[in-house]
């Protein structure tokens, strides 16, 4: 196979900075999980339509697998492996285990990250406004009950 | 009950931390070192002649390690429960997806680079992929070797006399039904990887449902590639859905194994997702013709099936499904003479495997709308006709089975009051309301010759617990549930149990995550463990402190006297004490659980479970008559569950089956076109998002089910398999139209409301 050319990159990942030399050709995801180790992103199918591989750039939601990595520099990114602090998970993640919005878990890590910038676009969003945003990130275990109660919880419309 | 401290809690569950920070490792996750990339060439054709397979500029590629062909596979070995697959396909392909080649490269690139290099011509054959066309006279052999189209499998359930209770019924319906593909769409592909040691013993990291029964499938490979007597260890990384998908050994796994004996390295495969949806087994499609008579006073009288299953070009435990389905026809509701006749067909379609309710959706889908139908004809209410033909403790089915504890009623009248039946029905004003129950296994189902669950118990100096079980986690929680009946006996705090899962070098043997039984089996051989234990515990410890062992408890890790609660001392130093002793020991126990269940006998009766689950959906919908949209307004999933050692795990499990089963009801499909899936993908195979979840209630019903954990019974199917019936029962209810075939789409309905106004217009104008 023939060998791509080469870019260096320095790609600020969950607030460390990384040098790194790649193919044009990469996605974020693969960069990630290859060259990073940051495999708490999953791969569900490589072309946008499931949501596990979603990552925030800028605290927006962004699907990895349909994003160049060469595309990041400058660009502030958080993988799943960003959110706890100090060994404390961040209140989102407590929300989701609190309420077992968890199963499998292979959806969690995206579906986590697409709630905490919703809540941090809106901070009280509805239960419709809720399943709008996570309508991309597709969940084969929990029938989205629970994982829908466990952002509500922090939206305040529960006790 | 009221005394306990962690059984029946709302416990959160144990690896959910893990999996909320991204260290869970799943399969994909896994790296060994100097391991290769597998990659898997599949044949273009449903049915054709290879007439030329060429691998040597695949070969010739840098950094490709071994190119494997079926010549490559010694002994013409074969798997799977008809042994008819080769896990590489020689001379001949009989599916699209038939492996042919497999290569293994030092990266996924250069693995997918040399499939593309691989030279293959074919001699196209005629394809046969309608079950009935397949089962004619003179049809195209998907196997030219045997004689008939029909699998030898003779499935055939009578109990009682049906054609003399035809006669002498009321009222008879008679109606054919059909059910889709779908498939299990885990999140988390399939993949292994498969690791030899320097001694030719294989390590095989694996996403199995079935870790004994995949180990036992690894020996009897290795025995066929020369390596008879060589261990196999199976380690299980997260598992990322099961849904019994995971319930047989597929080709890639022999492939993987083969790879890496030849390369002497580590060899990982992991499906794309289109290899997921076309090259993993999903559950088979189905045409069922039913009969259900009744007595003028709507008693049941007699139920018969006939069953045509599509069993695709190889076989695998989708074969199998009709042992299922006979326990609905022959036990949902009190239903005195049955006759059922099943028979699975190859085909050139993809081959059918087990997928959650294992059958049981397919035969209640034929049940609950012909009970309807039935209860229309004899002028009842169809809650109703179920009330009065319901299943009640203490009953023996025609097919043998014992009904312990049941709360078939109790769930009936859950869904009548919460759904406002008696105001809702009827009013045929394009809203509508239906219901349909289930029976399934609760306690068990004896498959095997043994349906056991081993559990090993230790612990430590501190008071902490290492239970050691055969019972796979898919997702489930089953390891929370185990923590928290061993917390309960134990009388120790849940973070103290640490639960072992995943390696069959220390787990004990379990026959899988299968049949909803996981609760139940695992819970009680980790109940029989952890009482073990506290016994050799608290006679230790009623020696220390001159009492009677029976007059001691153990709470929140603290041994005491019920008598005098001055006298007490902290587990840990029990511990201690007994290890640091002169001839001194460690606390370890171990129990394997195999329940008192039965195998069918040759006419398949026997009691398969210790215990039967229950359950009734009901559903309020709202149809357009102008686009045949169907929407739904309400569903109710009540279930008889037993106690509920967590209950928000158990509805976790309730509204994960029901939304799955709202998949199957109206919207999920795999469309084969002569054996090619022409939407194996998530943007054209249509899962439920969240924002296609109507409002469902998950209401437990509780009955104390004296041979569960803690009374508990099985709940991992249940959830999805009246589904479908209760949706199109409450469309008829609505608009009065009869969809029989899953799933049920818009074109569907509005197909049907057509053909029902220029009926209407017909009988007008006649």
Known sequence: MKEMKRYSLTLTVNNETHALVTPPNRTLLEVLRDDLQLTGTKEGCGEGACGYCTVLVDGQPVR???????????????????????????????????????????????????????????????EAEIRRAIAGNVCRCTGYAKIVKAVQSLAGEER | MSDLTTVGKKITKRDAPLKVTGGALYIQDMKIPGM??????????????????DTTRAERLPGVMAVITAADVPNDFRFGIMKDNPPLKGGRVRSTRDEIAAVAAVSAEIAAAALELIEVEYEELPGIF??????????????EEMKSNILKMPWKLVCGDVEAAKKESAYVVSDTFRTQWVTHCCLGTSGCIAVFDTGNN????????????????????????GLKGRRVRIIQCTIGGGFGSKLDTYAYEYIAILLAMKTRKPVKFIFSREEEFFATSPRQCSITKISQGCDKDGRLTFREVEMVLDNGAYTSWGATTPSVMMMPISSLYKVPNIKYVAQCVYTNNTYSQAMRG????????????????LAEKAGLDPYELRFRNANEPGELTPQNFQITSCGMKECMAEVVKRLDWKGKKGNGNGRGVGMASLIHVGGGARVYKSDGCGTIIKMDDRGKVDVMTGATEIGQGSETVIAQIVAEVLGVNIDDINVINNDTDVCPWDVGAHASRTTFVAGNSALGAAQKIREKMLAVAAQNMGEAPASMDIKNGVVFSMQDKEKSMPLSKVLRKVHY????????????????????????????SVSYAYGVHGVEVEVDRETGQVKILNYIA???????????????????????GIGYALGETMIYEKGHLKNGNFLDYKMPTAKDVPPVQAVIVETDEQAGPFGAKGIGEPGLVPTAPAIANAIYDAVGVRIRDLPITPEKVLRALQEKAQADTGRSGA
């Open chain 2, 638 to 660: 009540a279930h008889d569950v037993g106690k509920a050692i967590n209950p928000m795990l158990l509805e976790g499990q309730i509204y994960g089956g029901g939304l799955m």
């Open chain 2, 36 to 53: 290769l990339y597998g990659g898997i060439l599949y044949g273009q054709y449903a049915h054709a002649k290879i007439l030329k397979l």
């Open chain 2, 358 to 373: 294992y059958g049981n959706p397919q035969a209640t889908f034929a049940i609950e709308s012909s009970l309807d139908q």
């Open chain 2, 202 to 225: 294989l390590t095989m990291y694996s996403n199995t449902q079935i870790p004994s029964l995949a180990q036992n499938d690894y020996i009897e490979a290795l025995a066929a590639f």
């Open chain 2, 581 to 608: 002793s002169p001839g001194g020991k460690m606390f370890t126990a171990e129990h394997f659980y195999d329940p008192p269940n039965e195998n069918f006998n040759k006419e398949f009766k026997g009691n398969l």
């Open chain 1, 64 to 126: 990895s697998c349909l994003t160049l990595a060469v595309a990041m520099e400058g660009r502030k990114i958080t993988t799943i492996e960003g959110l706890a602090q100090g060994g404390k998970l961040h209140p989102i993640q407590a929300a989701f285990v609190e309420h077992h919005a968890i199963q499998c878990g292979f959806c969690s890590p995206g579906m986590i990250l697409t709630s905490y910038a919703l809540l941090n676009n809106n901070p009280t969003p509805t």
């Open chain 2, 130 to 143: 309608d079950p009935l066309e397949a089962m004619k006279e003179g049809a195209p052999l998907v196997h």
